[in-house]
């Protein structure tokens, strides 16, 4: 009969264990720097755009909100690809190179997912995100 609260603690205990190991791995960096010009045919009219999850994480509820692998019309990326560290859904793994997917290049990818996003009403206590080019990009200095 005492057994179960011992069952039960060494339960708590082992997922707190697994918890603690696990989850830091399960993290994005805090910020990305957009500017792999190789990525951009065009090359970089703009400066780099220094691209902050934290800031970003009010404004969707699920991390595929803004990052997808589309399977006939269907968003099939499963969030935990996101988070190993070892990532097939990079932007650039589809967007990137001469024969990006749907035709569609990272810089214009980028452009309608950021921008999108940012002509939309933000959730309530959210400020709309910049819609014009500095309030993203750094600013390049001649």
């Not at 997922?15 to 957009?34: D, H, N």
């Not at 934290?54 to 019309?73: K, V």
Request: glycine share 12%; with cysteine.
């Amino acid at each position: 009969m005492h057994a179960r609260p011992v069952h039960i603690l060494v339960i708590v205990l082992v997922a707190a264990l697994v918890c603690g190991f696990a989850l830091p791995g399960l993290t994005q960096p805090a910020e990305v720097l957009l500017n792999k010009s190789a990525d951009f045919p065009g090359g970089l009219a703009r400066g780099p755009v220094a691209f902050s999850h934290e800031a970003h994480t009010g404004y969707a509820s699920e991390c595929t909100d803004c990052h997808h692998r589309f399977d006939n019309g269907k968003n099939v990326l499963n969030p935990g690809e996101l988070m190993d560290g070892t990532s097939p859904a990079a932007c650039e793994n589809c967007h990137g190179g001469k024969d990006p997917a749907g035709g569609i290049g990272l810089q214009l990818a980028f452009h309608r997912q950021c921008l999108g996003c940012h002509a939309k009403t933000p959730p309530a206590g959210h400020a709309p995100g910049p819609r014009s080019c500095s309030g993203c990009h750094e600013v390049k200095v001649k």
